[in-house]
C-alpha cells in the first residue's frame, strides 16, 4: 500500500523567507500526489497536485511543489511567506495503478513569524 | 453552492451509544469518503463509496458502518461508541479518481466519548 511521509512536525520562518515543507512518498506503481492545507475548525483546502507532466506545479495562494521521482519526493514550497500562511499542511498520495484510496501524512504545522 | 455539508458539528456520547453523522454534497461527484483526523496521525480513511448502493472498507472501518442509497448523502453510522472513536470526522467527495481529482472537504464534526 502506498505512503506518505512528512519529516517534519512543524517548520518555522519569517515572514518574507522561503518556505518549504517536505513530503516524501512510497507507492508500487505511478504517483498522484496532492498538498492540501488546514485552517483551524475547518476541513482540508486542496493546494496543488502533481499527475504528469513537467516536475514543477504551480497551485494556489503562490505555492508550488517540485515532484523529484529519483527520490521520491515532493516538497511543497513558496517563494516568499506571509503571516496568513500559518496553517497546517497535508501531503497525500494516490496510487492509482494499486489501489483507490488517497493516503495522507501526518501533517506540518507551518508558522511564520512577522 | 454549498459544497460538503456535514452534521452535526460537535457531538459527545457516551460509551455504548450510536449515533450517525450525516455528509451531503451538491457538487453531483461519484466518490464520497470518510475520514478520522487524530492528533500528528494525519487523516486515516474509514469507508469510501464510488457511487450510489457501492460502498468499501478502508484503511480503519472497525466499529463504523455506512450507506450510499443517493449520490448526494453518505452517513457514518457508529453503533456502540467507544472512547477510541473521539476523533475529528470528515467527509469528502472528489469527481473521480482516474483524472486524478482533488478531494473536497467538509468542515468536520468533532466527536467525543466518555
Known amino acids: 500500500a502506498q505512503s506518505v511521509a512528512q519529516p517534519e512536525d512543524q517548520v518555522n520562518v519569517a515572514e518574507g523567507n522561503p518556505l518549504t515543507v517536505k513530503c516524501t512518498y512510497s507507492v508500487s506503481g505511478n504517483p498522484y500526489l496532492f498538498w492540501y492545507v488546514q485552517y483551524p475548525n475547518r476541513g482540508l483546502q486542496f493546494l496543488l497536485k502533481?499527475?504528469?507532466?513537467?516536475?514543477l506545479v504551480k497551485g494556489s495562494y503562490g505555492f508550488e511543489a517540485e515532484f523529484n521521482k529519483s527520490q521520491t519526493s515532493f516538497h511543497l514550497k513558496k517563494p516568499s511567506a506571509l503571516v496568513s500562511d500559518s496553517a497546517l499542511y497535508f501531503c497525500?498520495?494516490?496510487?492509482?495503478?494499486?489501489?483507490?484510496?488517497?493516503?495522507f501524512g501526518a501533517g506540518t504545522r507551518l508558522t511564520v513569524k512577522p | 453552492n454549498a459544497g460538503v455539508t456535514q452534521t452535526p458539528k460537535f457531538r459527545i456520547l457516551k460509551i455504548g451509544q450510536s449515533m450517525t453523522l450525516q455528509c451531503a454534497q451538491d457538487?453531483?461527484?461519484?466518490?464520497m469518503y470518510w475520514y478520522r483526523q487524530d492528533p500528528g496521525m494525519g487523516l486515516k480513511l474509514i469507508y469510501y463509496s464510488v457511487g450510489a448502493g457501492i460502498t468499501d472498507k478502508g484503511e480503519v472501518p472497525n466499529g463504523y458502518n455506512v450507506s450510499r442509497s443517493t449520490t448526494e448523502d453518505f452517513p457514518l453510522r457508529l453503533e456502540l461508541a467507544a472512547p477510541s472513536q473521539t476523533s475529528v470526522y470528515f467527509c469528502?467527495?472528489?469527481?473521480?479518481?482516474?483524472?486524478?481529482?482533488?478531494?473536497?472537504f467538509g468542515n468536520g464534526t468533532r466527536l467525543t466519548v466518555t
Open positions: 502533481y499527475i504528469t507532466g513537467d516536475n
Open positions: 457538487m453531483n461527484h461519484n466518490y
Open positions: 469528502a467527495s472528489s469527481y473521480g479518481q482516474a483524472s486524478g481529482s482533488p478531494l473536497h
Open positions: 497525500a498520495v494516490r496510487d492509482i495503478d494499486n489501489n483507490n484510496d488517497m493516503r
